[in-house]
């Protein structure tokens, strides 16, 4: 049962455009959502965070919204890089879980010249 | 954030043997944890390690299986046992501080392939 799901496991944008991620879940419970992006041979690094009383959260190029009625988030970088290429893992964390993750599957981003 | 080392990074083991791994905190942290990401697949919450206490282990782990240790704050191992090719994986240990609406962070994994 994947609570957590990225439908694309890839997405292919060209430097200084709009990426977008996207990320379901399915429990109710989750109440606090971030993202991580993890370069290979490397453990995941965390990038924004949002909580489930807010709808949006910005940090520099990227912002990360959030629709609790759809259970729908989204993560936006604008203006794309080559070095933003990597996976990124959506996550979810119950209120009260201290801080116990349940991952996506994660998307491939690149970034093209 | 505090900085987190793992060791090994990666190894190579025969089946049926055993391999620990290493996570070193920076600092004192409230709670760690170990995740598998096996291949192509997402990162799945092994278990919490509890200070001073048998670890919290998730629905499909068992300790016989992923012996866990935790001695102080800044430390855990984590064993992976009895190994079979399907315990090829990526091994994690993440730590955070437990409060709410805090982020976990994550050291550099372990990428253990068993032959």
């Known amino acids: 049962d994947q609570q957590v799901k990225q439908n694309s496991p890839s997405l292919s944008v060209q430097e200084g455009r709009i990426s977008i991620l996207n990320c379901d879940y399915t429990?109710?419970?989750?109440?606090?959502f971030l993202w991580y992006k993890k370069y290979p041979a490397e453990g995941p690094t965390f990038l924004i965070s949002?909580?489930?009383?807010?709808d949006k959260n910005e940090d520099g190029r990227f912002t990360v919204f959030l629709n609790k009625s759809a259970k729908h988030l989204s993560l936006h970088i604008v203006p794309s890089q080559p070095g933003d290429s990597a996976v990124y893992f959506c996550?979810?964390?119950?209120?009260?879980?201290?801080?116990?993750?349940?991952f996506g599957t994660g998307t491939q981003l690149k970034v093209e010249l | 954030s505090a900085v987190i080392s793992q060791k090994p990074s990666r190894d190579i083991c025969q089946r049926g043997t055993s391999l620990t791994i290493q996570c070193q905190v920076d600092?004192?942290?409230?709670?760690m944890f170990w995740y598998r990401q096996q291949p192509g697949q997402s990162l799945t919450l092994i278990a919490t390690a509890n200070q001073g206490s048998e670890a919290t282990y998730e629905s499909g782990f068992v300790i016989d299986k992923f012996p866990i240790s935790r001695p102080n704050l800044t430390f855990s191992t984590l064993t992976v046992s009895n190994m079979s090719p399907e315990d090829s994986s990526i091994y994690l240990c993440?730590?955070?501080?437990?409060?709410?609406?805090?982020?976990?962070?994550f050291g550099q994994g372990t990428r253990l392939t068993v032959v």
């Open positions: 949002i909580s489930s009383i807010k």
């Open positions: 993440s730590v955070g501080e437990g409060g709410m609406n805090t982020e976990a962070f």
């Open positions: 600092s004192q942290v409230t709670m």
């Open positions: 429990n109710s419970m989750f109440d606090y």
């Open positions: 996550a979810a964390n119950i209120a009260g879980g201290g801080n116990k993750l349940t």
